[in-house]
């Protein structure tokens, strides 16, 4: 199978166009979902802005490490990617993400604002209408959580994708 995957690898991207493929590659198989297009949910312009190395406007700082921390380790996602639940309504996961080798997808909300009830309450609802969906916890849903005095550190993010991106 290792043969097939690398004929395919190594063939032209116009006939890899032409061509459905048995096997493939980590890497092709991570550019053909980055390839898939998707319309990201609209930030206002009246947030602070905050930019990632791909050029992509996230929400908050801590986002913007998240996000710069998974290109740096090669981490395919996709920020604010729809997502159809169960019951028909559309939400945007903070990020949407791809296990290359497990071909598996997981999503990761990072809740900022915990100390805001009215936030708190809405991140609640959010992860039950997600584990309703069949994404929960210790399976394809990853959470992350910051308060005011206990902010997100770059040491968290780091060993949540060591967990479940990289083993």
């Not at 309450?121 to 969906?133: D, E, G, N, W, Y």
């Amino acid at each position: 199978m290792n043969k097939i995957r690398q004929l395919y690898s190594g063939a032209p991207d116009e006939v890899k166009s032409v061509i459905t493929p048995v096997d493939i590659s980590d890497e092709d198989y991570a550019k053909m979902w980055m390839a898939i297009p998707f319309e990201r949910k609209e930030i206002p312009e009246y947030l602070p802005l905050y930019e990632t190395k791909r050029k992509e406007r996230v929400r908050s700082k801590s986002e913007l490490t998240i996000a710069n921390t998974l290109d740096s380790l090669g981490i395919p996602y996709k920020y604010e990617c729809p997502l159809t639940l169960a019951n028909g309504k559309t939400i945007y996961p903070d990020f949407t993400l791809l296990h290359v080798m497990k071909r598996k997808i997981f999503y990761w909300e990072h809740r900022g604002m915990m100390d805001d009830r009215e936030y708190a309450t809405q991140a609640v609802f959010k992860v039950k209408q997600l584990r309703k969906s069949g994404i929960s916890l210790g399976n394809n849903l990853i959470l992350t959580e910051e308060t005011t005095a206990d902010p997100l550190g770059t040491d968290e993010i780091r060993a949540v994708i060591q967990q479940f991106l990289q083993s």
